[in-house]
Nanobody, 128 residues
Framework: VQLQASGGGLVQPGGSLRLSCATS????????IAWFRQAPGAGREGVSC???????VYADSVKGRFTISRDNDKNTVYLQMNSLKPEDTAVYYC???????????????????????WGKGTLVTVSS
């Protein structure tokens, strides 16, 4: 399963970044894509998820600031991050599961250990 995250970088508080997760058409058609993040010294935290039917879910900490979307022509899932805060600093990973048609819900975000496939992370640093 191909999952390639990119788009991280250094941004000032209040700024924006867009992360990308490149995958395959097959994965997008049948499996959810979730974003998780891991701050220094912390465990992995669920950020957002988009299911194969387009339903989305967000962690409370990013609601209203982050938007997950997908481009089926490019086989890519995006995470648009606005109004970034220093506490958003983390390595961001995209991940998927081996169960087809798994819905995105808060339980999925809360159980990163249940995800079966992970891409390499991309570092987001929010600092002035």
């Amino acid at each position: 399963v191909q999952l390639q995250a990119s788009g991280g970088g250094l941004v000032q508080p209040g700024g924006s970044l867009r992360l990308s997760c490149a995958t395959s058409k097959f994965t997008l058609d049948y499996y959810p894509i979730a974003w998780f993040r891991q701050a220094p010294g912390a465990g992995r935290e669920g950020v957002s998820c988009i299911s194969n039917d387009g339903r989305t879910v967000y962690a409370d900490s990013v609601k209203g600031r982050f938007t997950i979307s997908r481009d089926n022509d490019k086989n890519t899932v995006y995470l648009q991050m606005n109004s970034l805060k220093p506490e958003d600093t983390a390595v961001y990973y995209c991940a998927t599961d081996s169960l087809p048609n798994l819905p995105c819900d808060p339980v999925l975000l809360a159980t990163p250990n249940e995800m079966d496939y992970w891409g390499k992370g991309t570092l987001v640093t929010v600092s002035s």
